[in-house]
């Protein structure tokens, strides 16, 4: 698992574009002084075309060069969800190999990898500490156990290789629109835990199909019994 460094910052906008992009700011920090008008050069954290125009990129630098990094090229055009990195290989010496390669084919987009982490130990001590991700930095690889990383919306237990979810669920009032905040709540982890008798939905659907006004409106009195239970129940 790796990151890219200021990802988007590494992506320049086309001149054409760039009125885009405008903001004001305050010269030197000043804000006793009249804001000044400024236009950003590289695409900027926050705006919905930055993930899109970065993830191009990335695909069009992998194609450019990929019968000199065979490896690489296909590691950056399908293992990316935007600035994480996360694959696997057979061995080893194959995950040794392809961070090198990796590394010198951002090179040539002017991209940087960096926070590395992997759960072969030896792999690990390969890389640079300065490049590993913070979290490895400070152990003895020798002794220590493995932590857990977050990526992606889940968490990695390096040590047992394995994917782990941490799951809080607030107290919302009975609503539509309680519920329907809830629901969402899961839907990043959908894909992962799709092998789960998931109650939510079906739940809220049935919601819908009453007689309700608006999105406020308790529904204590709209469900069987007067109760509504659990919203969610993962079994």
Same mark, same amino acid.
């Given at each position: 698992?790796?990151?890219?460094?200021?990802?988007?910052?590494?992506?320049?906008?086309?001149?054409?574009?760039?009125?885009?992009?405008?903001?004001?700011?305050y010269?030197?920090?000043?804000?006793?002084?009249?804001?000044?008008?400024?236009?950003?050069?590289?695409?900027?954290?926050?705006?919905?075309?930055?993930?899109?125009?970065?993830?191009f990129?990335?695909?069009?630098?992998?194609?450019?060069?990929?019968?000199?990094?065979?490896?690489?090229?296909?590691?950056?055009?399908?293992?990316?969800?935007?600035?994480?990195?996360?694959?696997?290989?057979?061995?080893?010496?194959?995950?040794?190999?392809?961070?090198?390669?990796?590394?010198?084919?951002?090179?040539?987009?002017?991209?940087?990898l960096?926070?590395?982490?992997?759960?072969?130990?030896?792999?690990?001590?390969?890389?640079?500490?300065?490049?590993?991700?913070?979290?490895?930095?400070?152990i003895?690889?020798?002794?220590?156990k493995?932590?857990?990383?977050?990526?992606?919306?889940?968490?990695?237990?390096?040590?047992?290789?394995?994917?782990?979810?941490?799951?809080?669920?607030?107290?919302?009032?009975?609503?539509?629109?309680?519920?329907?905040? %809830?629901? $969402? =709540?899961?839907?990043?982890?959908?894909? /992962? @835990?799709?092998?789960?008798?998931?109650? &939510?939905?079906?739940?809220?659907?049935?919601? %819908?199909? $009453? =007689?309700?006004?608006?999105?406020?409106? /308790? @529904?204590?009195?709209?469900?069987?019994? &007067?109760?509504?239970?659990?919203?969610?129940?993962?079994?």
């Amino acid at each position: 698992m790796c990151d890219v460094e200021k990802m988007f910052h590494r992506f320049h906008v086309s001149p054409e574009d760039r009125d885009y992009l405008r903001f004001l700011w305050y010269k030197g920090g000043d804000t006793k002084k009249e804001p000044l008008e400024y236009r950003m050069n590289v695409h900027l954290f926050g705006a919905t075309s930055s993930p899109g125009c970065a993830n191009f990129g990335m695909k069009h630098l992998s194609r450019m060069f990929e019968e000199e990094f065979s490896l690489a090229a296909p590691f950056l055009r399908q293992d990316f969800y935007v600035d994480d990195g996360v694959t696997s290989v057979k061995n080893a010496r194959e995950a040794k190999e392809l961070i090198k390669e990796a590394c010198e084919l951002c090179s040539k987009g002017n991209l940087r990898l960096h926070k590395f982490v992997s759960n072969d130990r030896s792999v690990i001590e390969d890389i640079p500490l300065s490049e590993r991700a913070t979290d490895v930095q400070d152990i003895d690889l020798s002794r220590d156990k493995l932590p857990v990383e977050r990526t992606l919306g889940i968490h990695w237990n390096i040590e047992d290789d394995s994917f782990t979810f941490q799951i809080g669920l607030k107290e919302r009032p009975d609503t539509r629109r309680g519920i329907l905040s %809830v629901v $969402r =709540a899961f839907m990043i982890l959908w894909d /992962s @835990l799709r092998h789960l008798c998931w109650k &939510g939905k079906p739940f809220c659907k049935g919601c %819908v199909n $009453r =007689a309700l006004h608006g999105m406020s409106q /308790s @529904l204590m009195n709209c469900v069987h019994g &007067g109760r509504s239970g659990r919203v969610i129940s993962l079994t």
